[in-house]
């Protein structure tokens, strides 16, 4: 059958392992050509700087071929059904990866393709980025027992990701947004069914103060730019920065960042930013995921 990442839980716990083993594996000893004469399918609704040059790079370092698709590059944006889009795509290439705005684009298509199709992001959902940022903590602190992560911020598609991820692999987390920006009642349940339930609040001084590493995303995300004057209001409060932060806590971006909104430059730019060492694990953990796939399927 074949094997679809649309989120996090489309993996088993012991498969994550399995994954970010090999993605640490490929980091530090590079990755063999296991997908000599393969082709991943890039399509793209939305542009990106670490989406596209992570995966088009992996599929060089596999050994295969990575095909950019532009939103004018094919016919789905002349109204094509994504269920067209898949079965001519499957006759192709063997992987797919959408970068989306509706996460039913991406359902829709793994309905009718015969070969992967992988989330890039969509509206509700980022695994590749949630398998990054388990790298980079997996990194840090040398696994993932008796962790705390905090959240403060947007309860945005990154986050829903993160919840099921961190949960799989029993971290605990909690989740600082301002009331009527929580993560998705889905994530949440999702998380409960694979690991410690996150705990929600409306303060993030509470959600810092047990913690080990704090996690934060742009409030105004791509699409939203209507909201963003209503955004900045509510989140007043919530920005990383030197006053929050405990002395040396580490924090993740998932980026790009807007600086002095969400996260102060200093803290941005600071030894306790994991930031750039997530941007970089997208590579690896994307090889790993591919090769996870094309040896499933």
């Not at 991943?40 to 599929?59: D, H, N, Q, V, Y």
């Not at 590059?73 to 290439?93: A, F, H, I, K, M």
């Not at 605990?172 to 009527?180: H, I, R, S």
């Not at 349940?189 to 934060?216: C, Q």
Request: proline share 5%.
């Amino acid at each position: 059958m074949t094997r679809h990442f649309l989120d996090v839980d489309d993996i088993s716990p012991d498969e994550l392992a399995e994954v970010l083993a090999l993605a640490s594996e490929y980091k530090e000893n590079g990755s063999p050509p296991e997908l000599s004469g393969q082709t991943l399918a890039m399509l793209f609704e939305k542009p990106s700087t670490r989406t596209r040059i992570s995966f088009e790079t992996g599929m060089t370092h596999l050994g295969g071929h990575g095909i950019f698709l532009g939103p004018n590059d094919t016919q789905l944006n002349r109204g094509e059904p994504v269920s067209d889009t898949g079965r001519v795509l499957s006759r192709y290439v063997d992987f797919v990866m959408g970068r989306v705005f509706e996460h039913e684009s991406l359902v829709g298509m793994a309905e009718h393709a015969t070969i992967p199709i992988v989330n890039g992001l969509s509206d509700v959902a980022h695994p590749c980025q949630a398998l990054a940022d388990l790298q980079t903590i997996q990194e840090h602190f040398g696994g993932f027992d008796d962790l705390t992560v905090a959240w403060v911020g947007d309860g945005n598609n990154v986050l829903n990701s993160f919840a099921i991820a961190a949960a799989t692999v029993g971290m605990d987390l909690t989740v600082a947004t301002p009331e009527g920006y929580e993560p998705s009642e889905d994530a949440l349940s999702t998380a409960a069914n694979r690991g410690p339930k996150p705990s929600l609040t409306n303060d993030p001084d509470a959600a810092v103060a047990d913690a080990d590493v704090v996690y934060t995303d742009v409030w105004v995300s791509m699409g939203e730019e209507d909201e963003r004057e209503s955004k900045l209001t509510a989140f007043d409060g919530f920005q990383l920065n030197e006053e929050l932060l405990p002395d040396s806590m580490p924090v993740m971006h998932c980026l790009p960042a807007h600086r002095g909104e969400e996260i102060t430059g200093d803290v941005l730019e600071s030894d306790r930013s994991l930031s750039w060492d997530q941007a970089e694990n997208r590579l690896h953990a994307q090889k790993a995921l591919l090769a996870f796939l094309a040896d499933a399927d």
